[in-house]
């Protein structure tokens, strides 16, 4: 069974084969922020949930995406490594 962990592992992984980081995200006093800040080449920045398999954001989770989506930064919620390389083929192609 394939956990968040190694989900998240996947993505630091995928990541840095393109040159960026993905950060671990922590914000005292804003719980339900995203778990990584991903920095690509090209001064290219996204946050990324990582689920378990079939799992969904909180509530407390959605609200945080739509805030930072409201200022204009891209938020992901990936919750299998087939959706970590969609996620890599769409930020390659832009």
């Known amino acids: 069974m394939v956990r968040e962990r190694d989900i998240e592992a996947y993505l630091r992984k995928r990541v840095a084969a393109l040159g960026g980081r993905a950060y671990k995200f922590v914000s005292p006093g804003n ?3 995203p778990d990584r800040l991903v920095l690509l080449p090209g001064g290219r920045a996204v946050f990324v949930e990582l689920k378990a398999p ?6 407390l989770q959605r609200v945080q995406q739509e805030r930072i989506r409201a200022l204009g930064f891209a938020v992901y919620v990936l919750d299998s490594k087939e ?12």
Request: neutral net charge; aromatic residues 4%.
């Open 31 to 33: 719980a339900g922020v």
């Open 83 to 94: 959706r970590v390389d969609a996620f890599i083929e769409e930020v390659q192609g832009t």
């Open 54 to 59: 079939g799992r969904r954001p909180t509530p």
